[in-house]
């Protein structure tokens, strides 16, 4: 069943309070975070509805699901009276697999979930032949759990110098993915150890202007993770429920 546009436009306006709320305690600008809609578990009539509020930047865990829905709503789009205050754009947050990289490069515009050389030169790889520079990211594991995707805290500034030697990829950011746990304080600590790793990457200017990019925090953190300096958070639940 669709959520209706009237309460993503509730839900919306209270995430984007929220935002605003720990960008004056962190000192930062509300204009610098994002909202990527994760749509994994929507149907086509909510996503309608995003694009109606205004919300062009979706994010999706499975290739195969996010070639699919880019599909219907290009069709929708070409159907569409008004047009978009801004381009739709699709970024794959989700663990990619190898085999899965010239179906991402041929419909994501951000990959947020490198964490290897390998997947890296097979994403370099698809995007020469898809004739595209892909923005991606490095997906770093903080919170150091077994079960999450992501390089070691330890590897990651390496392997993102290396990733910035692939002529087909531009390295814009860091993402990571908060602990699965009720404590605030090991939630804050993930983040916080993602945007020193930022802040260490731009002192040695790994990445150059394009690195400018925290992906991190979603519908149960997203507020810890703008303190500490997400720009990017990706929403699902609090959007829809």
Not at 28 to 35: H, K
Not at 133 to 154: P, R, T
Not at 217 to 238: F, K, L
Request: glycine share 6%.
């Amino acid at each position: 069943m669709a959520v209706t546009k009237g309460k993503i436009q509730k839900n919306l306006a209270a995430i984007r309070e929220t935002i605003a709320e720990h960008c004056q305690i962190a000192r930062r600008d509300p204009s610098e975070v994002s909202i990527v809609a994760v749509v994994k578990s929507v149907d086509l009539e909510t996503i309608k509805n995003l694009l109606d509020v205004g919300l062009t930047e979706f994010g999706e865990s499975r290739v195969p699901h996010m070639v699919d829905r880019a599909a219907e709503i290009d069709a929708h789009l070409r159907r569409r009276q008004n047009p978009l205050p801004r381009p739709l754009r699709w970024h794959m947050v989700g663990h990619l697999q190898r085999n899965k990289a010239r179906a991402a490069c041929g419909v994501a515009d951000v990959i947020h979930s490198i964490d290897s050389l390998r997947l890296a030169e097979e994403v370099n790889k698809r995007a020469e032949q898809a004739d595209k520079v892909m923005d991606v990211m490095l997906q770093v594991n903080c919170s150091q759990e077994k079960q999450k995707s992501g390089c070691a805290v330890g590897a990651s500034v390496h392997l993102g110098e290396m990733m910035t030697s692939l002529k087909n990829l531009r390295l814009v950011g860091l993402m990571t993915m908060g602990p699965l746990t009720k404590n605030m304080d090991l939630s804050r600590h993930t983040f916080t150890r993602l945007r020193e790793i930022f802040e260490e990457m731009q002192l040695e200017k790994i990445g150059g202007a394009d690195f400018r990019h925290l992906s991190m925090g979603m519908s149960n953190d997203y507020a810890m993770a703008v303190e500490e300096g997400a720009t990017i958070v990706r929403i699902g639940t609090a959007l829809f429920k």
